[in-house]
């Protein structure tokens, strides 16, 4: 393979997860599976880390408890975490991989990660957003 972003490429590819955009000089691609709970799901490579980041919602007016259950959640995740972006607004799923020696079954392992989130907490994620 002649770079890792194309190794990437290919192995979301074999995943069946659908490219929907892609930034070849950024070396960044969008993917969804929606049947997975993937939505604008973006891959981004960084060497020495690939980056893979999906908008959750935006922090409610009135958060309550929100807080306190992502990081409880967090404890839960597999691979990644719940994260909020650096003015507070937004809170996505975010995970980070190294690059040089990054495997299919490790990005694979990720992405499911986010699918299993998504099916364990997506309603309760929902009830956030109505607040």
């Not at 960044?28 to 049947?35: A, G, I, Q, T, Y």
């Not at 893979?52 to 839960?76: H, T, Y």
């Amino acid at each position: 393979m002649d770079s890792k972003f194309e190794q990437v490429k290919q192995y979301l590819l074999d995943m069946d997860v659908r490219i929907v955009e892609e930034n070849p000089a950024e070396e960044l691609v969008v993917v969804e599976d929606e049947d997975r709970g993937i939505k604008n799901l973006v891959i981004d490579c960084e060497a020495p880390i690939l980056i893979l980041e999906q908008f959750i919602m935006e922090v409610p007016s009135e958060p309550g408890d929100l807080f306190k259950k992502l990081l409880q959640w967090n404890r839960q995740l597999v691979h990644g975490a719940f994260v909020m972006d650096e003015e507070g607004k937004y809170i996505f799923f975010r995970d980070t991989l190294q690059l040089e020696h990054l495997d299919f079954n490790e990005l694979e392992a990720s992405i499911e990660a986010l699918s299993l989130a998504m099916a364990e907490f997506g309603s309760q994620l929902l009830e956030f957003m109505k607040k």
